[in-house]
């Protein structure tokens, strides 16, 4: 039988051996987020550095603010449907044969695995410059471990469908909206003989409805988040709230119109159109930082989803089907993606914003408003949709308003298959570290578990 001293010390060296897995998971983590803010960065600010609206840095400093509050304020709902809703922890606890403690070992190793080689191809991805999905990297990781851990069983399929369903509507709902509301500023402003004039009369229009998209969606994400359920901000009140600052929005913006373009109406159509595209500069800022805002409330759940379910059965012991995610997990996955976007994230945009198609103001705007507005209903429904899709779907839509030659297929072709290989390399690398890791670590976890 052992002394107290000696339980003591072994108390002592678990609990120790628990901060270090802590804190190389959190690397993990970090390494994951980075790789996200490197390779995403281009689903927020592309349309505005390849419309010359801002500089790379530029971009980088505001995208950095948004990413971070998206992620922080609105990240921890859809992290839940990363976390749980992938694998079905019952599968593993259930496995007969087990030690105690061992399949809580089993699904760190696993979420580590996930983790890892998410971030592994997302690298990879990254040097090429190809923006591939951060969420069927993650996913694809996760039912990899779940499926060599438990079998296929184990995976929930009914929500793998339902993910794999957002992933093609997200990008076909996103194309149309951008098609739909650039082929309008094409018709009714772009098109005309004065187009100045035009623009006179229809930006205040665009003008609302990017506010009341950006306002609606911040105010059903953000703002109930972070005050809480305030009694009186029922979903009829938010609505007003943001047709009232919507319609503010228009009017100041119709002043501002007239003023900027009052002395361009008699000039050459040339110059009108150049006019116009600049009107169109602070309406892609503020779309682009819309979009910012939506990809770190989105895609932060790849990041910090296993890192938290980690923590919190080293933290307890045990596999607990529901849990909340701290703040301090939520910023250090929005540090991350930060850190990734101001280190690296050139490549990328440098791919979606120039490459695809040409993009002037006018395009950004119907490409950010339409991606806003698809990623944040999809956030609100808890669906990890693809940002990378939405983003990439609604370029396409402005450029094929121009017709078929407005898109170089070769980069499209390039960009589509990427993401066609990304779930089964993500899903075969994180089997393979995952029976790495079991060989290596399970009896240290099941100790450190059972301390």
């Not at 994951?32 to 281009?42: P, Y």
């Not at 859809?78 to 089993?106: F, Q």
């Not at 359920?229 to 503010?248: C, E, H, K, Q």
């Not at 409330?297 to 790849?302: E, I, K, L």
Request: with cysteine; hydrophobic share 55%; charged share 10%.
């Amino acid at each position: 039988m052992s002394t107290l001293g000696e339980r003591v010390q072994l108390k002592f060296y678990m609990d120790n051996i628990t901060i270090f897995i802590i804190g190389v998971t959190a690397l993990i983590g970090l390494y994951m987020a980075w790789n996200i803010g490197a390779n995403d960065v281009a689903n927020s600010m592309a349309d505005a550095v390849g419309s010359k609206a801002l500089t790379i840095k530029q971009a980088v400093i505001l995208a950095g603010i948004c990413e971070f509050a998206g992620a922080v304020l609105v990240g921890s709902h859809v992290t839940d449907t990363v976390r749980k809703g992938i694998i079905d922890p019952s599968h593993i606890i259930n496995l007969p044969g087990l030690r105690e403690g061992e399949a809580a070992a089993i699904i760190i190793i696993g979420m580590a695995a996930a983790l890892l080689c998410a971030a592994i191809w997302l690298n990879i991805a990254t040097i090429i410059g190809m923006p591939v999905s951060t969420t069927h990297s993650i996913v694809g990781a996760i039912a990899g471990f779940g499926i060599i851990a438990a079998g296929v069983e184990a995976v929930n399929w009914t929500k793998m469908s339902q993910i794999v369903a957002s992933w093609f509507i997200s990008p076909v709902v996103g194309g149309v909206c951008a098609f739909i509301l650039f082929k309008f500023i094409s018709s009714k402003i772009l098109g005309r003989t004065r187009p100045a004039r035009a623009a006179i009369i229809y930006t205040p229009a665009i003008v609302f409805l990017l506010i009341f998209v950006v306002c609606l969606a911040t105010i059903y994400k953000g703002l109930k988040h972070v005050i809480g359920n305030i009694p009186w901000l029922t979903d009829d009140v938010s609505l007003i709230l943001a047709v009232g600052l919507a319609l503010f929005s228009a009017v100041v913006s119709r002043f501002y119109v007239k003023a900027k373009l009052q002395d361009k109406r008699e000039l050459s159509i040339s110059k009108q159109l150049e006019a116009v595209e600049s009107v169109f500069i602070p309406l892609v800022i503020i779309s682009s930082c819309s979009v910012a805002f939506a990809h770190g409330a989105n895609d932060v759940a790849n990041a910090v989803g296993p890192f938290a379910a980690i923590v919190n059965i080293l933290q307890t012991g045990d596999v607990a089907m529901k849990v909340g995610v701290p703040t301090w997990v939520l910023c250090l996955g929005g540090g991350g993606i930060v850190l990734g976007l101001a280190s690296y994230g050139h490549k990328v945009m440098t791919t979606v914003g120039t490459k695809i198609t040409e993009i002037t103001p006018s395009r950004g705007v119907a490409a950010d408003i339409a991606a806003t507005a698809t990623v944040l209903i999809c956030t609100r429904m808890a669906l990890p949709v693809s940002t990378t899709h939405t983003l990439v779907g609604a370029i396409m839509g402005i450029g094929l308003a121009r017709g078929f030659g407005g898109i170089d297929r070769d980069v499209t072709r390039n960009i589509f298959g990427s993401w066609f290989i990304t779930v089964p390399i993500a899903a075969l690398l994180s089997i393979l570290l995952f029976v790495i890791g079991r060989s290596l670590f399970l009896d240290l976890l099941i100790g450190v578990i059972n301390r």
